[in-house]
């Protein structure tokens, strides 16, 4: 087991930047990119969505999934600016102590550990329900212990092993939306099925704007949660082969992919499906007969529709409880190299593998699953609740800690053409995004005490999370005496991609063959 470089060094009294280059770069570019684009596929998009057009109709579900995206493309070029400059394992959460508050990086790093604790947690329970789709006979904590054990021992073997299983389990799911976009369309025109629906449901009763601005902005609030989990390829720019070609790349694809497949999606669903349909209610994994796909796809005549989603949603849990595993993993560690953690979940193994923090998380990750299953559901639901908003203040951080990463940069006489990658619409889109993820963050729990009578329960439950963060933050201030770092003060030069021996790509200029080509290397 080797000890990890913390390498720090002064330059005018100024605490420097800690080494954290100590894992192996095995991931490709194309793992990359289907790793960004299987992070936000998932239940939420299969199941799930199919609430949002009760609340909101065609119209404001497709509105709020457009602006949804547009969040994402801001989010994503901003995280892309930076992991390309320095591709370290801590992605954002480190970025936050480089660029802004060593007190902001500790609170965000372990409100996103957290959140990707419960939701590995909430996945392996997943998959025992929909095992029980085809098996009811058999207890789903059985098949919780096996896919536990399949994700453990895929994390084990390295990031080369977990990228190439993310990528064929992220293009299971690809395939299916590409499958479902096409019998949609064909089902919407009437050439199957019998009936030419054109835009028919969007005049029918409330639509296409049901409840109104209340209706888009509880389905607004969904749909940026359902796109939480791109951010994943931001982390893995520190096992990345070569992230200042890799992760723009991934980050221009995971855009227009995701957007084109969960707008597309969207779009079809409200145009088949009408929006008062009872069966758009029935949302999780042991309603999988209910998903709004498959409603479509038993329109278009594919009968055995709820078998085929059943085994891609089930491909959809294993990979994300995999992801889950992978992203607190190389969080924990990397906050024990910043001295944030216990010393020991900083080494590494001669693989490269951060063996300690990857077994820690584990026990943890089984700890709440084993509650779900067997302990107080009350209880649990206030620990899945801890985790609320911590996906929406990580992109608030991003794109707060890239308008500091860019001033700084310029303010300390750097060349923007030195950048292997420029986030475009800057800084238009980082406030863009910032005034509406904060807006989110404040609104998300306004059902809870509008409308109807004071839910106290609900209304903490929703917002615990902030006073946990802050709390957290403030705590670190106060212990470590932590200041602002001022943009004439930071560190632009350890582990940069020039430190770390990487090239700029960013003016090369790439054929559509080369690129095509790239995604099977």
């Given at each position: 087991?080797?000890?990890?470089?913390?390498?720090?060094?002064?330059?005018?009294?100024?605490k420097?930047?800690t080494?954290?280059?100590?894992?192996?770069r095995?991931l490709?570019?194309?793992?990359?990119?289907?790793?960004a684009i299987?992070?936000t596929?998932g239940?939420?998009?299969f199941?799930a969505?199919?609430?949002?057009?009760?609340?909101?109709?065609?119209?404001g579900?497709?509105?709020a999934?457009?602006?949804?995206?547009?969040?994402?493309?801001?989010?994503?070029?901003?995280?892309?600016?930076?992991?390309?400059?320095?591709?370290?394992?801590?992605?954002?959460?480190?970025?936050?102590?480089?660029f802004?508050d060593?007190?902001?990086?500790?609170?965000?790093?372990?409100?996103?550990w957290?959140?990707?604790?419960?939701?590995?947690?909430?996945d392996i329970?997943?998959?025992?329900?929909v095992?029980?789709?085809?098996?009811?006979?058999?207890?789903?904590?059985?098949w919780?212990?096996?896919?536990?054990?399949?994700?453990?021992?895929?994390?084990?073997?390295?990031?080369?092993?977990?990228?190439?299983?993310?990528?064929?389990?992220?293009?299971?799911?690809?395939?299916?939306?590409?499958?479902?976009?096409?019998?949609?369309?064909l089902?919407a025109?009437g050439?199957?099925?019998?009936?030419k629906?054109?835009?028919?449901?969007?005049?029918y009763?409330?639509?296409?704007?049901?409840?109104?601005a209340?209706g888009?902005?509880?389905?607004?609030?969904?749909s940026?949660?359902?796109?939480?989990g791109a951010?994943?390829?931001?982390?893995?720019a520190?096992?990345?082969?070569?992230?200042?070609?890799?992760?723009p790349?991934?980050?221009r694809?995971?855009?227009w992919?995701?957007?084109?497949?969960?707008?597309?999606?969207?779009?079809?669903i409200g145009?088949?499906v009408?929006?008062?349909?009872?069966?758009?209610?029935?949302?999780?994994?042991?309603?999988?007969?209910?998903s709004?796909?498959?409603?479509?796809?038993?329109i278009?005549g594919?009968?055995?529709?709820?078998?085929l989603?059943?085994?891609v949603?089930?491909?959809?849990?294993?990979?994300?409880?995999?992801?889950?595993?992978?992203?607190?993993?190389r969080?924990?560690?990397?906050?024990?190299?910043?001295?944030k953690?216990?010393k020991i979940?900083?080494?590494?193994n001669?693989?490269?593998?951060?063996?300690?923090?990857?077994?820690?998380?584990?026990?943890?990750?089984?700890?709440?699953?084993?509650i779900?299953?067997?302990?107080n559901?009350?209880?649990y639901?206030?620990?899945?609740a801890?985790?609320?908003?911590?996906?929406?203040?990580s992109?608030?951080?991003?794109?707060?800690?890239?308008?500091?990463?860019?001033?700084?940069?310029?303010?300390?006489?750097?060349n923007?053409?030195d950048?292997?990658?420029?986030?475009?619409?800057?800084?238009?889109?980082q406030?863009?995004?910032?005034?509406l993820?904060?807006?989110i963050?404040?609104?998300?729990?306004?059902?809870?005490?509008i409308?109807?009578?004071?839910?106290a329960?609900?209304?903490?439950q929703?917002y615990?999370?902030?006073?946990?963060?802050?709390g957290?933050?403030?705590l670190?201030?106060?212990i470590?005496?932590s200041?602002?770092?001022?943009?004439?003060?930071?560190d632009?030069?350890?582990?940069?991609?020039?430190?770390?021996g990487f090239?700029n790509h960013r003016h090369e200029?790439?054929?559509?063959k080369e690129?095509?080509?790239?995604?099977?290397?």
């Amino acid at each position: 087991m080797e000890e990890v470089e913390n390498e720090e060094y002064n330059k005018a009294g100024i605490k420097r930047y800690t080494r954290q280059d100590n894992l192996k770069r095995d991931l490709k570019p194309r793992h990359m990119t289907m790793i960004a684009i299987g992070g936000t596929i998932g239940t939420g998009l299969f199941v799930a969505s199919g609430g949002s057009f009760p609340i909101g109709g065609p119209g404001g579900t497709l509105l709020a999934f457009i602006v949804s995206g547009l969040i994402l493309l801001f989010v994503m070029n901003s995280l892309a600016e930076m992991s390309t400059f320095i591709p370290v394992a801590g992605s954002f959460n480190s970025f936050a102590e480089r660029f802004v508050d060593p007190a902001l990086s500790f609170a965000v790093a372990y409100n996103y550990w957290y959140t990707w604790i419960i939701i590995s947690a909430n996945d392996i329970v997943a998959s025992g329900l929909v095992m029980q789709y085809w098996l009811p006979k058999v207890k789903p904590i059985l098949w919780n212990f096996v896919v536990f054990i399949i994700v453990i021992a895929l994390n084990l073997f390295g990031s080369r092993v977990y990228g190439e299983t993310e990528f064929w389990l992220a293009l299971i799911k690809v395939v299916a939306i590409v499958v479902f976009i096409i019998v949609g369309i064909l089902v919407a025109s009437g050439i199957i099925g019998g009936t030419k629906y054109g835009f028919k449901l969007w005049s029918y009763k409330k639509a296409p704007f049901v409840n109104g601005a209340l209706g888009f902005l509880r389905v607004f609030i969904i749909s940026n949660f359902s796109f939480q989990g791109a951010e994943i390829v931001g982390i893995t720019a520190g096992e990345s082969k070569d992230p200042s070609r890799s992760v723009p790349r991934a980050i221009r694809t995971i855009f227009w992919r995701i957007l084109l497949f969960y707008v597309l999606t969207v779009f079809l669903i409200g145009l088949i499906v009408p929006y008062d349909d009872p069966n758009l209610l029935k949302s999780g994994a042991a309603n999988i007969a209910y998903s709004p796909l498959v409603i479509v796809l038993r329109i278009g005549g594919i009968k055995p529709a709820a078998d085929l989603m059943n085994a891609v949603i089930l491909t959809s849990v294993i990979s994300a409880s995999n992801s889950g595993l992978y992203l607190t993993s190389r969080s924990l560690y990397s906050l024990s190299v910043e001295g944030k953690g216990p010393k020991i979940l900083g080494k590494v193994n001669k693989n490269g593998i951060p063996v300690y923090s990857l077994l820690c998380c584990a026990l943890v990750i089984m700890g709440f699953f084993l509650i779900s299953l067997i302990g107080n559901q009350t209880i649990y639901s206030w620990f899945v609740a801890l985790s609320g908003v911590s996906g929406t203040l990580s992109w608030i951080t991003i794109v707060f800690t890239h308008f500091r990463f860019r001033r700084g940069y310029i303010l300390q006489g750097y060349n923007i053409d030195d950048l292997p990658y420029l986030a475009p619409f800057y800084p238009f889109g980082q406030l863009f995004s910032f005034i509406l993820l904060s807006f989110i963050v404040l609104a998300q729990g306004y059902y809870t005490f509008i409308g109807g009578p004071f839910d106290a329960s609900g209304f903490f439950q929703t917002y615990i999370g902030l006073p946990i963060f802050f709390g957290m933050w403030f705590l670190y201030k106060i212990i470590k005496k932590s200041k602002v770092i001022k943009l004439k003060e930071i560190d632009y030069e350890t582990e940069n991609y020039i430190y770390l021996g990487f090239e700029n790509h960013r003016h090369e200029k790439t054929s559509f063959k080369e690129t095509l080509l790239s995604f099977f290397k």
